[in-house]
């Protein structure tokens, strides 16, 4: 009886020994997004990296999908993973983002990652910040323009530091192009924005194209506001001047009381009282409602992403040595109920059409 004591001890300890080794072997992935669950574009990345996880095997199944997508977190047979926002559309003073940094970088202390995955400009740059030069590997995806304006890396082929990832070139002038072909009488165009860290590397772009002669279409002006009552005035005037718009981000916008106001109801605004065509440079708008883009896809940002994570967590590589990459374009769309709505037709234009899209959230709320 002794000696079976003994060995029911030993045998228990054993598997409380490979059961705690086997917790540990998970990969513990922490995720960062500058926005909020209901953002458009924050539906696209978070599909390019679910969708990346389940095929590397980090995610079991769909239902694995659906319950991080409701939850936030995560664990499955390979990886403990979580996901926090800083909600920086809707909530973006130095207070509020200096509030989010410091939350979600004590959460992170805690959670203590293997690797941290930051989407977009905003947690690039202060959650990356913050992580720069430390153990732990990042995986940065969706900076506008090129990486380097943070510090978080010392060049595009060779980071040198411990953060790499993926950057939004931007389509801008394939979506002209694009443009021009479904509405070759346009010769004049004018860019609409608000004024935030996304849409501030997007205008230069833009206009550096225009100042270069690349562009199939004249720039004529630049509205650029957080002021939702300032802009609809500067829209209205320049629907009278120029023949199309190119619609950046309008995400930012305040009413007159300082509040906030939802990108799907300036949306809703602009199809509204603007019959004018319009370039965007994401899926997320034309899903809105906006007439077409050349997408610079967040779904492809993200997958890609979680592809270089795999790199490092799997293969071993060094962030300091993978060059930042920008993914391939996604698909040339074009939204079929605004083409209806300005009288556009599409049926001699469906072979350089790649999707259609059906419906316009900002209109079907």
Known sequence: MKYMKCF?????????TSFADGASLKKRIFVVSSYHKSYLWSQS???????AMLFYGYLDNAQQVRTFTKYD????????????????????S??????????????????????????????????????????????????????????LIESMDSPGHNITGVWQAGYHKESLDLL????????????LSC??????????????????????????????????????????????????????NHDTFKDDHGNHVDMLTVGKWYLENVKKPEASHEDQFVREGMLLTANDSGYNQSYRAFEMAYDILEQ?????????????RGPLM??????????ISLQDKMEIIEEIVEKAAALDR
């Open 8 to 16: 029911t001890l030993i045998c228990l300890g054993v598997f409380l």
């Open 195 to 248: 004024d935030s860290v996304t849409t501030r590397a997007k205008v230069k772009q833009i206009q550096s194209l225009a100042k270069k002669g690349k562009l199939p279409l004249k720039l004529v002006d630049t509205v650029v506001s957080n002021s939702f009552s300032d802009f609809k005035i500067r829209v209205l005037e320049l629907a009278q001047k120029v023949d199309a718009f190119f619609v950046l």
């Open 334 to 343: 074009v939204n079929r109920k605004r083409a209806n709505m300005l009288g």
């Open 94 to 151: 130095s207070r509020e983002i200096a509030q989010a940094t410091y939350r979600i970088m004590q959460t992170i202390n805690v959670f203590k990652p293997d690797i941290v995955m930051l989407g977009d400009d905003n947690a690039a740059n202060y959650i990356g910040n913050q992580l720069l030069d430390t153990k732990t590997p990042v995986i940065f995806w969706g900076i506008n323009g090129l990486p380097l304006k943070y510090g």
């Open 316 to 328: 071993g590589l060094n962030p300091s040595r993978m060059r930042t990459i920008t993914p391939a």
């Open 180 to 191: 021009h072909a479904l509405v070759p009488e346009a010769k004049t165009f004018a860019i």
């Open 73 to 92: 977190y995560i664990e499955s047979s390979k990886a403990v993973v979580q996901k926090d926002w800083m909600d920086t559309k809707r909530k973006n």
């Open 45 to 51: 990345t978070h599909k390019g990296l679910t969708e």
